[in-house]
C-alpha cells in the first residue's frame, strides 16, 4: 500500500500527514484547472487561519515562530500558486502578509521583501476595485512593514515615502487619534528620522506615539491585549530614550530606558533578547558618561541571556 512504499506518512508526534511529491502531483494532474483553484483557495484559507497573527508574530515568542517555522513551507508554495493562479483576494493578501512578517523577524529579508511587494500588489488592487476603509488600512499595513524593511537594510529614502502614505492613510480612515496604528505610524517615522538626523522631527513623532502608547494603556477598553500595549510603549521609552543618547541628555535617556526595562521585564520575562537589548542600552549610557563598573555590569548580563538563549532549541 501507499503506506508501505513511504508515499504517505503519518506523524504522530505532530499530527502532520506527509504525501510524497509525486502523489500530490498526480493527484493534481487528475483535477481541471477549475478544480485546483479551488482547493489552493481552500489551502489558502486554512493557513490563513492557522497561520498567527501579525501582532503575535511581532511579539516573537518561541512557542508563536516554532509555529510559523512549521507553517513557512507550505506558505511559500502558497505564494507560488498565488502567483500561477492569480488569486487576488483579502485571504491570500492575508497569509502573504502575515509570512513576510514570519519571514522578516527571522532576518530572511529577500523572501519577506518579496511577501511583502505582493501582498501590496494584492491589496492595492482589491481596493481599486473597492474603497472600502478596511481595504485601505490593510494596505497601509503593507506599507509600512515594506518601509520597515526598507529601513533596517539602511534605505531610509525609499522608507520615508511608504512611512508617509500608512501615516496619511491610518490619520484619515481611524476614527480616533489615539488608535494604536497611529502611534506604530508615528513611532516609525520618528525613528527613521533619528536614524537620518532631523532630530528636532524624531523628538516631535516619538513624543505624540509616546502618547498614544501611553493613553491606550490607561483606557479601560483596548483593541488589543494588555501586554501588546506595553511592549508598544517599551520600544516608545526604549527608542527615545536612544534619541536622548544622541543629544546627550543622559538623565532622561537612563529614565526611558529604564522604564522600558522594567516594562519587558515584566512582559518578556529575564531571558530574553528585547529585555537583553535594554540591559545594553543602559550600559551604552553608562559608559558615555565614563561610568565603565556599571556599564560592564549591564553588558554582562546582556551577554549572559543571549549565551543563555542562543543555546534553545531554535538555535542548535
Request: hydrophobic letters at 35%.
Amino acid at each position: 500500500n501507499a503506506a508501505h512504499y513511504s508515499l504517505i506518512q503519518w506523524n504522530a508526534t505532530n499530527e502532520l500527514l506527509s504525501i510524497h511529491p509525486v502523489v500530490q502531483q498526480v493527484i493534481r494532474d487528475e483535477l481541471t484547472h477549475e478544480q485546483q483553484e479551488q482547493y489552493i483557495q481552500k489551502v489558502i484559507l486554512a493557513l490563513n487561519a492557522i497561520f498567527p497573527k501579525e501582532e503575535e508574530i511581532n511579539f516573537g515568542s518561541r512557542k508563536i515562530l516554532r509555529n510559523c517555522d512549521r507553517l513557512s513551507p507550505h506558505c511559500l508554495q502558497a505564494l507560488e500558486w498565488i502567483k500561477e493562479f492569480s488569486i487576488l483576494d483579502s485571504e491570500a493578501a492575508s497569509l502573504i502578509h502575515k509570512t513576510g512578517c514570519y519571514l522578516f523577524i527571522r532576518c530572511r529579508y529577500d523572501e519577506a521583501e518579496e511577501f511583502y511587494q505582493e501582498a501590496l500588489k494584492i491589496r492595492r488592487k482589491l481596493f481599486a476595485e473597492n474603497k472600502e476603509a478596511q481595504k485601505e488600512l490593510d494596505v497601509a499595513s503593507s506599507l509600512n512593514n515594506l518601509a520597515e524593511l526598507k529601513e533596517i537594510r539602511a534605505l531610509y529614502h525609499e522608507a520615508e515615502p511608504l512611512f508617509d502614505e500608512a501615516l496619511k492613510i491610518r490619520q484619515n480612515r481611524l476614527s480616533s487619534s489615539d488608535h494604536y496604528l497611529v502611534g506604530q505610524s508615528l513611532h516609525n517615522l520618528a525613528r527613521l528620522y533619528f536614524h537620518l538626523g532631523r532630530y528636532v522631527e524624531a523628538k516631535k513623532y516619538y513624543q505624540e506615539a509616546l502618547e498614544i502608547n501611553e493613553s491606550n494603556l490607561e483606557a479601560k477598553k483596548t483593541i488589543l491585549p494588555k501586554d501588546f500595549l506595553k511592549n508598544f510603549l517599551a520600544r516608545s521609552y526604549n527608542d527615545i530614550a536612544k534619541l536622548y543618547v544622541a543629544l546627550a541628555q543622559y538623565d532622561e535617556a537612563e529614565k526611558y530606558y529604564q522604564k522600558a526595562l522594567s516594562i519587558n521585564k515584566k512582559i518578556l520575562g529575564e531571558n530574553n533578547l528585547q529585555y537583553a537589548s535594554n540591559l545594553d542600552n543602559l550600559g551604552d549610557v553608562y559608559l558615555a558618561q565614563g561610568f565603565a563598573d556599571q556599564a560592564e555590569d549591564y553588558y554582562s548580563q546582556a551577554f549572559n541571556i543571549r549565551s543563555s538563549y542562543l543555546k534553545g532549541d531554535d538555535y542548535n
